[in-house]
């Protein structure tokens, strides 16, 4: 028989520090007002995740303050939450104890009919088709904003801050390519998109602690509503504003996503560019409102594109550059398929083909379980959720987490889990991984929309960026690197990587 904990507001501070006892549930022993957070002034989050993930189990539990969190890495659970009965969890609860608007509005946080409708508009940016005409202008932020760059480095023999070059390289492309705005964050640092672009990320440690921790009066009291700089917030939804009504003044139907977003029309799909899941997604319920976006639905999804597409790019593309130098042979293998690939081409390569290089896809998809942005995902029940198998009920309105992060560090799902081994992706190899357990970009109805761009991206840059150069540790080289105070992602502070040039 299924056992039913109902939690109650916690008008105490420790009133449900025996929520998990009663369930049933281990976890780590909280403490009053901080809950579980105290431990992240002392471990990364992206360890600490492994650490309690091997320590209590695949299902434990864990507190935010006085809010309880099931955490939940047993794989046939997941994919009951993900995909199974993806209808009970198309709620996403804040993060935070209060909400911002712009961030309250965009995809990743929305729920119900609204996601719907946002995920309509925002998918029409990422066809297949959009993908084949965004090729050009990534192309062109590679020769423009990424390889002279390099080459300044390898001629002076200095090592290259990547995560510092990626940066720019990925914000001239979400620029170019989200609101078709040409930027060079190198000699244009005061353009509203440059100069706001790293200030958004930088909040104090305490802000982030206070977000988790403290009532909604208090955090109203200090001006603190998300987990990014609230004047940057500001700022760039201000410009992506005035973006937008230009395009709208003008009648501009452009190849960037804002321009699809736009345009879209709220009851028109295309099968060929869309997967079943998501179709489905779109057309679940009887009285879906059909509306378009208004203003602020686009700001937020705009500014949703411009901060995913921007930090954690340069993070990806880094991290796959950190491991080529620590791991040579890997690296000679991808340069090998490289140069094969682009023989007859004069060193180009198609977007068809960039998408069948094998070793280029194993090498981006080991550096995206090793060092997946999102730590873990966060879902809530629309109704008493029995989590299969277990005897356990998830109450209504109790979010459960995902642990992305320590199911990709796992050993019994990955052997020799901490090791950089791309043959583990490859296709006669692909089977041996147990489904999902590998979701650097979720999966189901509320996958990453931008996965395609991501994947486009990261392939072209490094198929152009290792033609020419080869990556090497330096001194300066940490290892493993620094990675940022975060309650929800892995990001990086800098990486300073040797880059030689090719002969």
């Not at 009663?22 to 007002?33: H, R, S």
């Not at 001006?223 to 395009?247: L, V």
């Not at 940022?484 to 002969?503: F, G, N, Q």
């Amino acid at each position: 028989m299924y056992r039913i904990i109902h939690v109650n507001d916690a008008r105490h501070l420790s009133r449900n520090f025996g929520f998990f006892d009663t369930l049933g549930l281990k976890g780590p022993k909280p403490v009053v007002i901080f809950g579980n957070l105290l431990d992240l002034l002392f471990v990364s989050k992206p360890d600490l995740e492994v650490q309690r993930t091997k320590q209590f189990g695949k299902i434990y539990g864990i507190f935010e303050g006085s809010k309880p969190l099931v955490q939940v890495a047993e794989p046939d659970i997941i994919k009951q939450i993900l995909v199974k009965d993806f209808r009970v969890f198309n709620t996403k609860p804040r993060i935070t104890n209060v909400g911002h608007p712009v961030i309250e509005s965009m995809l990743i946080t929305t729920r119900g009919d609204t996601w719907r409708r946002a995920r309509t508009a925002v998918s029409h940016g990422f066809t297949v088709a959009r993908m084949r005409k965004q090729y050009v202008p990534v192309r062109h932020c590679v020769s423009e904003h990424l390889l002279p760059v390099l080459y300044t480095h390898a001629d002076s023999r200095t090592p290259c801050d990547l995560k510092r070059v990626y940066s720019c390289f990925a914000l001239s492309c979400i620029t170019r390519c989200a609101f078709g705005v040409p930027t060079d964050p190198y000699n244009e640092p005061q353009h509203p998109f440059v100069a706001n672009a790293w200030p958004v990320f930088r909040l104090p440690v305490w802000k982030l602690f206070a977000l988790q921790v403290l009532p909604p009066y208090a955090l109203r009291l200090l001006n603190i509503s998300s987990f990014f700089d609230e004047t940057r917030i500001a700022n760039i939804a201000r410009t992506i504003r005035q973006i937008i009504r230009a395009k709208a003044s003008a009648g501009d139907n452009g190849d960037d996503f804002i321009s699809a977003v736009i345009n879209s029309k709220p009851d028109v799909y295309d099968d060929q560019d869309v997967d079943s899941l998501v179709m489905a997604a779109k057309t679940d319920g009887q009285n879906v409102v059909k509306a378009p976006l208004t203003e602020d639905e686009m700001v937020a999804q705009g500014f949703n594109i411009f901060t995913a597409g921007f930090d954690q790019m340069a993070n990806l593309l880094a991290f796959v550059s950190y491991e080529l130098a620590l791991k040579p042979e890997a690296q000679d293998r991808l340069y090998a398929e490289i140069v094969a690939a682009g023989a007859h081409t004069n060193g180009e390569i198609s977007y068809d083909e960039l998408r069948r290089l094998p070793y280029m896809d194993a090498v981006v998809n080991e550096t995206l379980r090793l060092h997946a942005t999102p730590v873990k995902l966060r879902r809530i029940p629309g109704h008493d959720f029995p989590l299969a198998g277990t005897g356990i009920v998830v109450p209504r309105g109790q979010p459960l987490e995902i642990p992305i992060y320590a199911n990709h560090h796992s050993d019994e799902y990955f052997p020799d889990a901490e090791r950089f081994i791309p043959e583990r992706f490859l296709p006669e190899n692909r089977h041996n991984i147990k489904p999902y357990t590998f979701l650097p970009f979720s999966t189901g109805p509320r996958v990453c929309v931008g996965k395609p761009f991501v994947l486009l991206e990261t392939k072209l840059a490094l198929f152009h960026v290792l033609r020419r150069f080869r990556f090497a540790v330096h001194k300066d080289t940490k290892v493993p690197p620094i990675v940022k105070t975060h309650p929800m992602i892995k990001s990086l502070e800098s990486l300073y990587i040797s880059v030689v040039a090719r002969d």
